[in-house]
């Protein structure tokens, strides 16, 4: 079985530019998680998704940020514009309920300059 | 808020038992995850506490006292390859419907020839 795969694995941008990550969970998984890590602080949540519904996005830093999941399955998080503070490592992560058994994907590392 | 406070370091020698303890905020609280994590790579679930007592697997075993707000994550007969970060991942309900894990700051664990 396939894990979660994150697309790219890493990006250097430079501020104000935009940057588009992909996350796609493993198959039959409804719940779709995004979390980061900035600043080599602890893992912080971002939204979770349940299908193609945002059922949380209260971890998401401000408007600069838009997730979606067209379709329920793959997942897009998008910044626009970037800035400094925005580098990190961003993980997405899938689950086939809601329970703590969450699967994370290698993470995309974000640089903004 | 939620937070997850378990120990710095550990270090140990190969062959043996170690413990990893980690205590968490109750607010919203539903079960206790381990995760762990080698060189800021994805984390990698291990083990789910929804109920107090025990799970084993392998040679991993985690533990949940509710009445505590306690768990640990024991890892027995200590091999190289365990050297890593070992992160406790506590499971909230959010008020929107959603869920998500609050990352504990990680635990280094060391282990010796």
């Known amino acids: 079985e396939a894990g979660v795969t994150q697309f790219p694995s890493h990006s250097v941008i430079e501020k104000g530019q935009t940057v588009t990550l992909r996350c796609d969970p493993i198959?039959?998984?409804?719940?779709l998680y995004w979390y980061r890590r900035v600043m080599g602080k602890e893992i912080k949540f971002l939204l979770h998704f349940v299908k193609e519904s945002k059922q949380d996005e209260s971890g998401m830093p401000n408007n600069r940020f838009l997730a979606e999941r067209t379709g329920g399955t793959y997942s897009t998080l998008k910044v626009q514009p970037a800035e400094l503070e925005d580098s990190g490592v961003y993980f997405c992560a899938s689950s086939p309920n809601r329970a703590g058994e969450q699967y994370f994907g290698p993470g995309t590392r974000l640089t903004v300059t | 808020g939620q937070s997850l406070e378990q120990p710095s370091e550990v270090t140990a020698v190969e062959g043996a038992i170690v413990q990893i303890n980690c205590t968490y905020q109750t607010s919203g609280f539903y079960g206790l995850s381990w995760y762990q994590q080698h060189d800021g790579g994805a984390p990698t679930f291990l083990s789910y506490?929804?109920?107090?007592g025990l799970e084993e697997t392998g040679r991993f075993s985690s533990f949940l006292s509710r009445s505590d707000s306690y768990g640990y994550l024991l890892l027995q007969e200590l091999q190289m390859k365990d050297s890593a970060s070992y992160f406790c991942a506590g499971g909230y309900i959010l008020t929107g419907g959603g869920n998500k894990l609050t990352f504990g700051t990680g635990t280094q664990l060391k282990v010796e020839l």
């Open positions: 506490n929804a109920l107090d």
């Open positions: 198959s039959g998984h409804d719940n």
